[in-house]
T-cell receptor, first 115, second 117 residues
């Protein structure tokens, strides 16, 4: 596709349920990033993949958060036993390769609401 | 730890005016890049402009330019001849090559820019 695609665009879940958010990066992009954006805040880094390798997961807030990219393309962010503080927009970004000057191309995000 | 501070939560100017958004950052790294991203209500984050720390010349992209003051750790965005379509949240962001491995962007809290007709 032409850009980074995220699905679903909106997700509502009850507290305690598990959710899975999908990111389809730009074709050929090696690097993939996940960010969490709380209401009225800037995005915060969660985790980074280079191909299928998860090189940095220092931003994941707890062990309830898990991300994977098994074939080096599509990535899934999974949140287990969701809590109200998990409500946020989850943004995915990709770049052609990892370099400081490489721009990250963002998707439209998934707005997650935990009731 | 790296931090990015945007001290202006909201700004409003008339169409065609020039507006400057401020950003300061804190880092001990020597090799880094700075970015301004625009996020319209549609939510997609769009890159506006980027600046390498080693370059003294300020970056420009059409109506957008930066004032990069490395010693002061300041990175402001100037928008000339502002247009209604410039209305959006603007985020200042930073990335550095740290020794522990790959990192993502560090963002400020954003400035909501409103262009009035």
């Amino acid at each position: 596709g032409a850009g980074v695609s995220q699905s679903p665009r909106y997700k509502v879940a009850k507290r305690g349920q598990d959710v899975a958010l999908r990111c389809d990066p730009i074709s050929g992009h090696v690097s993939l990033f996940w960010y969490q954006q709380a209401l009225g805040q800037g995005p915060e880094f969660l985790t980074y993949f280079q191909n299928e390798a998860q090189l940095d997961k220092s931003g994941l807030p707890s062990d309830r958060f898990f991300a994977e990219r098994p074939e080096g393309s599509v990535s899934t962010l999974k949140i287990q036993r969701t809590q109200q503080e998990d409500s946020a927009v989850y943004l995915c970004a990709s770049s052609l390769f990892y370099s400081l000057n490489q721009p990250q191309h963002f998707g439209d995000g998934t707005r997650l609401s935990i009731l | 730890a790296q931090t990015v501070t945007q001290s202006q939560p909201e700004m409003s100017v008339q169409e065609a005016e020039t507006v400057t958004l401020s950003c300061t950052y804190d880092t001990s790294e020597s090799n880094y890049y700075l970015f301004w991203y625009k996020q319209p209500p549609s939510r997609q984050m769009i890159l506006v402009i980027r600046q390498e720390a080693y370059k003294q010349q300020n970056a420009t992209e059409n109506r957008f330019s930066v004032n990069f003051q490395k010693a002061a750790k300041s990175f402001s965005l100037k928008i000339s001849d502002s247009q209604l379509g410039d209305t959006a949240m603007y985020f200042c962001a930073f990335i550095a090559q740290s020794g522990g491995g790959a990192d993502g962007l560090t963002f400020g809290k954003g400035t909501h820019l409103i262009i009035q007709p």
